[in-house]
C-alpha cells in the first residue's frame, strides 16, 4: 500500500489565513473578537430564531456590540433576520429575531460505513440539501478512496450550490488518528493506516477534516439534537460499528492519542464462541456488533434469511423466543459498557445510537444492566435516552465536523475572511 509519500496538505483551520486588520491590533484583541464572532454565530445556530437582546443576555457582550456583530453576519450572508410570527405593537429592530441564513455556507460530509458510504450536502444550519449512497465495491484503500472522491465530485456538481463548498468532513468507525489523518484501527484491515483524509482532500481539490463517526454523531446531537446544551455526556453507537464519543465540558474529546471513545475491546465478562477481530474473546464488539448478533441469532436457532438486525427485531416481536434472547442479551452487554462509561466520566447524558434503537423494547435493560454495573454515577438508568437521529444522519453528522471547525472560529474562512464584511 502507497504509505504517501506526498506532503501532508494544510488542515482546514490553516488553509484560509486569518483576517488582516487595518490597524495593528493586540493579539488579545483579535483573539477576543474572534471568539465574539464565533459565540453569537453559534448561539444563532443553537438557539436561533433568537433577537438580538436574547443574544446579548446569552453570551454576555453589550448590545451594541451584538448589533455590530449581527450586522456584519447579515452582510456577509450568514444569519437573516425571520419575522416573528405575531407583530407585537412594541416591535423594533432588536427584537426581529435572526437565525442561521441556510445558503450563508455549503460543507461536503462523507461517512465511510462497512459496506455502504453516504455522501451529502449540508448548509449552514447542518440541514441536508443532498444525498447519495454508494455499494463499496473493493476492499482496496486505494481504489475506495478513488471511488468516493469521484461520487463527491459528482454531487458537487450535480446539485445547483448558492455558495462554493467550504470543506469535506468525513468520517468512519475505528479508531481514527485526527493528527495523521488516518485510521489507526478498523475492523476491516483495509482501511487501517490508509492516508484517508490527505488522499481525500487531493482527490476531491477540497480541505478534509477526518474523525470518527461517534465524534460526527455527537457533534450534531449538541447542536441540533438530543443533547443540546448538555456540557458532558457520552455518545455510544451500536450497530455494524462500535464506538463511543466524549463530550466533556462542551468539547468533543479526543484523547492524547486520538483513540478515545474507542470500546470495541471493553471486557463484557463473557467469553464469545469466535474471536474479536483482535484476537480476544471477551470484547464488547464480538457480542454486540450487527455481524455478532446476527451470529449468534442464527446460532439460537433463528431463521437465516433474518440478515439484519431490524428484521431480527420484527420476528422477536412476532414471538421468536430466540431473537428475543439475543437482543436482551445486546442490550445487556451493552448496558455492561454504558456502566462503566457513567463511572469514567459521570455524564449527564448518555445517548444510544446505531442499530440497537431498532429494537427500542430492549433499552430498559441496557438502563437496568448499566445501572447494576455503575457505582459511582448515580442514576445511570435516567440518563440513558436514543439519539434523536437515525442511521441516515451519518453524512450530516460528518459535515458537522467541519462546521464545528467553522463555527469555531468563523472569521478564519470565507467568506468574513475575505473582507465581506466585519
Ligand atoms: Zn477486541
Redesign the pocket.
Known amino acids: 500500500m502507497n504509505m504517501s509519500a506526498d506532503p501532508p496538505l494544510p488542515r482546514l483551520d490553516q488553509v484560509w489565513p486569518p483576517p488582516h486588520p487595518v490597524e495593528p491590533r493586540s493579539w488579545q484583541g483579535t483573539t477576543l473578537r474572534r471568539q465574539n464572532y464565533a459565540a453569537v454565530l453559534r448561539t444563532v445556530l443553537t438557539d436561533g430564531p433568537i433577537s438580538r437582546v436574547d443574544i446579548a443576555r446569552r453570551v454576555g457582550l453589550t448590545p451594541t456590540a451584538i448589533t455590530n456583530i449581527v450586522a456584519s453576519l447579515l452582510r456577509a450572508g450568514l444569519v437573516r433576520e425571520v419575522e416573528p410570527p405575531s407583530l407585537g405593537r412594541d416591535r423594533g429592530r432588536p427584537k426581529v429575531p435572526v437565525g442561521i441564513d441556510p445558503a450563508g455556507l455549503t460543507v461536503l460530509g462523507i461517512f465511510i460505513g462497512g459496506t455502504q458510504t453516504s455522501i451529502g450536502l449540508i448548509d449552514l444550519a447542518g440541514q441536508l440539501i443532498a444525498e447519495t449512497d454508494i455499494e463499496q465495491t473493493s476492499e482496496s484503500a486505494d481504489e475506495l478512496i478513488e471511488q468516493t472522491a469521484a461520487a463527491a465530485r459528482e454531487l458537487i456538481t450535480a446539485v445547483p450550490l448558492p455558495t462554493p463548498v467550504l470543506g469535506v468532513g468525513v468520517s468512519i468507525g475505528g479508531w481514527v488518528d485526527t493528527e495523521r489523518g488516518t485510521v489507526r484501527d478498523h475492523v476491516h484491515q483495509h482501511w487501517i493506516g490508509a492516508p484517508l483524509r490527505d488522499r481525500l482532500a487531493e482527490r476531491i481539490g477540497l480541505p478534509v477534516v477526518l474523525n470518527s463517526n461517534a465524534r460526527a454523531m455527537a457533534l450534531l446531537e449538541s447542536w441540533l439534537g438530543a443533547a443540546k446544551g448538555v456540557r458532558d455526556f457520552i455518545y455510544v453507537s451500536i450497530g455494524a460499528l462500535v464506538g463511543a464519543a466524549l463530550v466533556i465540558d462542551g468539547k468533543v474529546y479526543d484523547g492524547a492519542g486520538s483513540a478515545s471513545g474507542n470500546i ?2 471493553l471486557s463484557v465478562r463473557v467469553r464469545a464462541q469466535e474471536r ?3 484476537g ?1 474473546r471477551d ?1 464488547l ?2 457480542m454486540v456488533s450487527d455481524d455478532a448478533t446476527l451470529r449468534l441469532a442464527h446460532q439460537a436457532g433463528v431463521d437465516p434469511s433474518v440478515a439484519s438486525v431490524r428484521a431480527l427485531a420484527e420476528v422477536a416481536r412476532a414471538g421468536d423466543a430466540a431473537a428475543q434472547r439475543v437482543l436482551r442479551n445486546r442490550a445487556r452487554h451493552t448496558g455492561t459498557a454504558v456502566g462503566q462509561l457513567a463511572d469514567l466520566l459521570n455524564p449527564e447524558l448518555i445517548l444510544l445510537g446505531g442499530s440497537i434503537l431498532d429494537a427500542p423494547e430492549y433499552l430498559d435493560d441496557v438502563r437496568r444492566r448499566a445501572a447494576a454495573g455503575a457505582h459511582a454515577a448515580p442514576s445511570v438508568a435516567d440518563i440513558v435516552r436514543p439519539s434523536v437521529f437515525g442511521l441516515h444522519a451519518l453524512s450530516r453528522a460528518s459535515g458537522a465536523l467541519v462546521l464545528n471547525q467553522y463555527y469555531g472560529d468563523p472569521l478564519a474562512h470565507p467568506p468574513l475572511a475575505l473582507g465581506a464584511g466585519a
Do not use: G, T
Open positions: 470495541d475491546h474479536c477481530f483482535c480476544r470484547c464488539h464480538v
